[in-house]
Protein backbone atom coordinates (compact mmCIF):
# COMPACT_ATOMS: atom_id res chain seq x y z
CA UNK A 1 0.00 0.00 0.00
CA UNK A 2 1.04 3.69 -1.11
CA UNK A 3 1.61 5.75 2.42
CA UNK A 4 4.04 6.24 5.25
CA UNK A 5 3.94 2.98 7.71
CA UNK A 6 5.50 2.45 11.43
CA UNK A 7 5.89 -0.39 13.57
CA UNK A 8 5.31 -1.62 16.18
CA UNK A 9 2.43 0.57 16.80
CA UNK A 10 3.32 -0.38 20.34
CA UNK A 11 6.10 -1.09 22.41
CA UNK A 12 6.54 -1.92 25.58
CA UNK A 13 10.68 -2.21 26.79
CA UNK A 14 12.60 -2.21 30.09
CA UNK A 15 15.00 0.30 30.71
CA UNK A 16 18.31 -0.53 29.42
CA UNK A 17 17.36 -2.38 26.60
CA UNK A 18 17.55 -1.37 22.60
CA UNK A 19 14.81 -0.17 20.50
CA UNK A 20 14.46 0.02 16.81
CA UNK A 21 11.65 1.84 15.51
CA UNK A 22 10.56 1.41 11.61
CA UNK A 23 9.36 3.51 9.48
CA UNK A 24 8.71 3.21 5.57
CA UNK A 25 7.64 5.28 3.12
CA UNK A 26 6.47 4.65 -0.85
CA UNK A 27 6.63 7.73 -2.20
CA UNK A 28 10.62 7.54 -2.77
CA UNK A 29 10.58 10.86 -0.94
CA UNK A 30 13.74 12.76 -0.43
CA UNK A 31 13.24 14.18 3.38
CA UNK A 32 11.91 11.91 6.62
CA UNK A 33 11.75 13.02 10.20
CA UNK A 34 11.33 11.55 13.53
CA UNK A 35 9.31 13.29 15.63
CA UNK A 36 8.73 12.74 19.34
CA UNK A 37 5.03 13.48 21.19
CA UNK A 38 4.84 14.50 24.73
CA UNK A 39 1.97 15.89 26.85
CA UNK A 40 2.60 19.49 27.37
CA UNK A 41 5.64 19.77 24.53
CA UNK A 42 3.45 19.14 21.45
CA UNK A 43 5.89 17.38 18.75
CA UNK A 44 9.58 18.02 18.99
CA UNK A 45 11.77 16.75 16.28
CA UNK A 46 14.39 14.02 17.08
CA UNK A 47 16.37 13.64 13.79
CA UNK A 48 15.84 14.11 9.97
CA UNK A 49 17.39 12.59 7.03
CA UNK A 50 17.42 15.15 3.49
CA UNK A 51 18.42 12.24 1.61
CA UNK A 52 20.09 8.34 1.56
CA UNK A 53 22.71 8.84 4.19
CA UNK A 54 22.56 11.94 5.10
CA UNK A 55 20.80 12.81 8.61
CA UNK A 56 21.09 15.00 11.19
CA UNK A 57 19.94 16.41 14.81
CA UNK A 58 16.94 18.14 15.44
CA UNK A 59 16.01 19.52 18.55
CA UNK A 60 16.32 16.46 21.00
CA UNK A 61 18.62 13.99 19.79
CA UNK A 62 20.01 12.95 22.95
CA UNK A 63 19.72 8.77 23.55
CA UNK A 64 18.49 8.32 20.05
CA UNK A 65 20.55 7.02 16.60
CA UNK A 66 19.26 7.16 12.97
CA UNK A 67 20.45 5.54 9.83
CA UNK A 68 19.08 5.94 6.26
CA UNK A 69 20.54 3.15 3.86
CA UNK A 70 18.04 3.51 1.32
CA UNK A 71 15.68 6.29 0.94
CA UNK A 72 12.53 4.68 1.96
CA UNK A 73 13.63 3.68 5.49
CA UNK A 74 14.46 5.56 8.43
CA UNK A 75 14.56 3.59 11.29
CA UNK A 76 14.93 4.81 14.96
CA UNK A 77 16.82 2.94 17.60
CA UNK A 78 17.32 4.02 21.06
CA UNK A 79 20.81 2.29 21.83
CA UNK A 80 19.71 2.01 25.72
CA UNK A 81 16.26 2.94 26.84
CA UNK A 82 15.44 5.18 29.52
CA UNK A 83 12.09 5.79 31.66
CA UNK A 84 11.99 10.03 29.84
CA UNK A 85 11.90 8.67 26.80
CA UNK A 86 8.28 6.60 26.96
CA UNK A 87 6.51 8.49 24.47
CA UNK A 88 4.68 8.74 21.15
CA UNK A 89 6.79 8.50 17.87
CA UNK A 90 6.43 9.66 14.96
CA UNK A 91 7.74 9.11 11.31
CA UNK A 92 6.74 11.89 8.24
CA UNK A 93 8.18 12.52 4.45
CA UNK A 94 7.98 15.41 2.42
CA UNK A 95 9.53 16.12 -1.21
CA UNK A 96 12.42 18.77 -1.16
CA UNK A 97 12.75 21.61 -3.28
CA UNK A 98 10.74 24.67 -3.94
CA UNK A 99 6.89 24.79 -2.81
CA UNK A 100 5.14 23.70 0.16
CA UNK A 101 5.93 20.25 0.44
CA UNK A 102 3.13 19.05 3.02
CA UNK A 103 4.89 16.68 5.46
CA UNK A 104 2.58 13.05 5.61
CA UNK A 105 3.12 11.48 9.31
CA UNK A 106 2.81 7.51 9.79
CA UNK A 107 0.12 6.41 12.83
CA UNK A 108 2.61 6.79 15.05
CA UNK A 109 4.59 4.42 18.02
CA UNK A 110 3.13 4.46 21.37
CA UNK A 111 6.57 3.55 23.64
CA UNK A 112 6.47 2.66 26.99
CA UNK A 113 9.98 1.98 28.80
CA UNK A 114 9.46 0.33 32.36
CA UNK B 1 15.23 30.35 16.31
CA UNK B 2 11.73 30.25 15.12
CA UNK B 3 8.64 29.39 17.91
CA UNK B 4 5.13 28.30 17.74
CA UNK B 5 3.25 29.66 20.91
CA UNK B 6 -0.37 28.10 21.25
CA UNK B 7 -1.73 29.72 24.21
CA UNK B 8 -5.14 27.98 24.91
CA UNK B 9 -4.43 24.11 26.02
CA UNK B 10 -7.96 23.56 25.79
CA UNK B 11 -11.10 24.93 24.39
CA UNK B 12 -14.25 24.06 24.14
CA UNK B 13 -17.28 24.61 21.41
CA UNK B 14 -20.77 23.77 21.59
CA UNK B 15 -21.82 21.91 18.77
CA UNK B 16 -23.09 23.81 15.44
CA UNK B 17 -20.83 26.57 16.72
CA UNK B 18 -18.08 28.65 15.61
CA UNK B 19 -14.39 28.86 17.20
CA UNK B 20 -11.20 29.98 17.00
CA UNK B 21 -7.73 28.75 17.76
CA UNK B 22 -5.02 30.86 18.50
CA UNK B 23 -1.37 30.66 17.14
CA UNK B 24 1.17 33.11 17.60
CA UNK B 25 4.82 32.45 16.03
CA UNK B 26 7.99 34.43 15.89
CA UNK B 27 10.50 34.48 13.35
CA UNK B 28 12.84 36.82 11.03
CA UNK B 29 12.51 35.34 8.13
CA UNK B 30 9.33 37.19 5.52
CA UNK B 31 9.30 34.01 3.31
CA UNK B 32 7.58 30.61 4.93
CA UNK B 33 4.68 28.48 4.86
CA UNK B 34 1.76 27.80 8.12
CA UNK B 35 0.07 24.99 8.92
CA UNK B 36 -2.64 24.01 11.17
CA UNK B 37 -2.75 19.85 12.15
CA UNK B 38 -5.28 17.81 13.70
CA UNK B 39 -4.86 15.22 15.69
CA UNK B 40 -7.65 13.05 16.40
CA UNK B 41 -7.98 10.21 19.11
CA UNK B 42 -6.69 7.69 16.84
CA UNK B 43 -3.34 10.06 16.45
CA UNK B 44 -3.31 9.91 13.00
CA UNK B 45 -1.84 13.79 11.75
CA UNK B 46 -4.01 14.87 9.84
CA UNK B 47 -3.13 18.67 7.31
CA UNK B 48 -5.91 20.73 7.80
CA UNK B 49 -5.19 23.76 5.99
CA UNK B 50 -1.85 25.72 4.78
CA UNK B 51 -1.15 29.52 4.37
CA UNK B 52 1.87 30.85 2.44
CA UNK B 53 3.19 34.27 3.79
CA UNK B 54 3.10 35.65 0.93
CA UNK B 55 0.01 35.24 0.19
CA UNK B 56 -2.60 38.20 1.20
CA UNK B 57 -5.55 36.57 1.14
CA UNK B 58 -6.94 33.59 4.06
CA UNK B 59 -6.59 30.34 3.35
CA UNK B 60 -9.86 28.24 3.29
CA UNK B 61 -11.14 24.69 3.49
CA UNK B 62 -15.03 24.14 3.76
CA UNK B 63 -15.58 25.06 7.42
CA UNK B 64 -12.38 25.46 8.25
CA UNK B 65 -10.68 29.67 7.85
CA UNK B 66 -7.20 31.44 8.96
CA UNK B 67 -6.97 34.55 9.90
CA UNK B 68 -3.44 35.34 8.99
CA UNK B 69 -2.20 38.63 10.31
CA UNK B 70 1.40 38.54 8.68
CA UNK B 71 2.30 42.00 10.31
CA UNK B 72 1.65 41.11 14.06
CA UNK B 73 2.80 37.28 13.22
CA UNK B 74 -0.40 35.96 13.84
CA UNK B 75 -2.39 32.80 12.67
CA UNK B 76 -5.83 31.62 13.94
CA UNK B 77 -7.96 28.95 12.93
CA UNK B 78 -11.46 29.23 12.42
CA UNK B 79 -13.77 25.96 12.73
CA UNK B 80 -17.64 27.18 11.60
CA UNK B 81 -20.69 25.07 11.72
CA UNK B 82 -18.38 22.59 14.76
CA UNK B 83 -19.28 19.10 14.32
CA UNK B 84 -18.31 16.20 16.70
CA UNK B 85 -16.03 14.75 14.64
CA UNK B 86 -13.88 18.10 15.39
CA UNK B 87 -13.37 17.26 18.44
CA UNK B 88 -9.22 16.50 18.54
CA UNK B 89 -5.75 18.01 19.38
CA UNK B 90 -4.90 21.07 17.05
CA UNK B 91 -1.18 21.94 16.65
CA UNK B 92 -0.30 24.96 14.67
CA UNK B 93 3.04 24.84 12.67
CA UNK B 94 5.76 26.98 11.26
CA UNK B 95 8.27 26.27 8.03
CA UNK B 96 10.47 27.92 6.41
CA UNK B 97 10.28 28.75 2.72
CA UNK B 98 13.92 28.08 2.05
CA UNK B 99 14.56 24.30 1.05
CA UNK B 100 17.94 22.43 1.82
CA UNK B 101 19.35 21.21 5.69
CA UNK B 102 17.29 22.11 8.21
CA UNK B 103 14.57 24.39 6.39
CA UNK B 104 12.31 21.67 5.70
CA UNK B 105 11.96 21.32 9.39
CA UNK B 106 8.47 21.95 10.96
CA UNK B 107 8.03 23.85 14.28
CA UNK B 108 5.02 22.82 16.50
CA UNK B 109 3.02 24.77 18.83
CA UNK B 110 2.30 22.72 21.95
CA UNK B 111 -1.38 22.72 20.79
CA UNK B 112 -5.16 23.27 21.66
CA UNK B 113 -7.69 20.25 22.73
CA UNK B 114 -10.88 21.12 21.38
CA UNK B 115 -13.93 19.33 22.92
CA UNK B 116 -16.93 19.72 20.91
CA UNK B 117 -20.48 19.31 23.01
CA UNK B 118 -23.32 18.14 21.50
Known amino acids: DAGITQSPRYKITETGRQVTLMCHQTWSHSYMFWYRQDLGHGLRLIYY?????ITDKGEVPDGYVVSRSKTENFPLTLESATRSQTSVYFC????WGEGVNEQFFGPGTRLTVL | AQTVTQSQPEMSVQEAETVTLSCTYD???????LFWYKQPPSRQMILVIR??????QNATENRFSVNFQKAAKSFSLKISDSQLGDAAMYFCAYRSARYGGSQGNLIFGKGTKLSVKP
Open chain 2, 27 to 33: TSESDYY
Open chain 1, 49 to 53: SAAAD
Open chain 1, 92 to 95: ASSE
Open chain 2, 51 to 56: QEAYKQ
